[in-house]
């Protein structure tokens, strides 16, 4: 081989990346789940990375290796509160509308419901200038409540309970926006007696049923 040869190859292992050390995701749960507490907390201006590693017991080395900014954290700790909820196919079956949608309501829904308040409320003014995370939200956030609720709404059509024309994603939404309203504007906790009001006193009669 020609020294110019052995130059060549030297040059080229020089430029091919080298491999740092395997990054360890084990603790991302922590982590993330550590933020949501910081967020719901601080909101989004008030929270810092130094506030999360803290929290989690982590160093920020540790966290700006597996997120560069505030932002990318903030957005994957978000869209992983969705993990956490209810699957679809265990949900409660009563038998009837209402005793669906009261079964939903205890202690363990309650607080989820409540941090999601909270952390909705930490991302507010974030989320009119990043659209990204005005989705994630959405999907964390709005959804899987709504989704539980056109289960059960379909449900009631299927028996007959309720007329097949309803508009069930109108009805879906006004339970969690009661919610959201009490939490977010007028500051007080939600209870069971307050939500077993909402479904007796406008969910089931807006669709067409009176609670026994």
Known sequence: MTQT??????EQA???????????????????DAALDVLAETGYDGMTI??????????????????????????DAVACMKGSDLDL???????????DLVAMVRPP??????RKLKVMTGIV??????????????EALVEPRAAVNRVFFQRAIDRGEVRADLDVEKLCMVGP???????LMLRIPVDREFLIANIDEIILPAAGLRAA
């Open 14 to 32: 020089e430029s091919r990346p080298r491999l740092g050390r395997k990054r360890d995701h084990t603790r991302d749960p922590e982590i993330l």
């Open 89 to 99: 196919d265990s949900l409660p079956d009563t038998g009837t509308l209402r005793g």
């Open 177 to 183: 926006a009661m919610v959201a309203y009490r939490s």
């Open 109 to 114: 829904s309650i607080r989820d419901s409540e």
């Open 125 to 138: 003014s974030m989320i009119a200038r990043n659209p990204e995370l005005a989705a994630a939200a959405h």
């Open 5 to 10: 040869e052995q130059t060549g190859q030297a």
């Open 50 to 75: 130094d506030l999360v590693a803290a929290r989690a017991k982590a160093g920020k080395a540790t966290l700006y290796r597996r997120w560069s900014s505030k932002a990318d954290l903030v957005l």
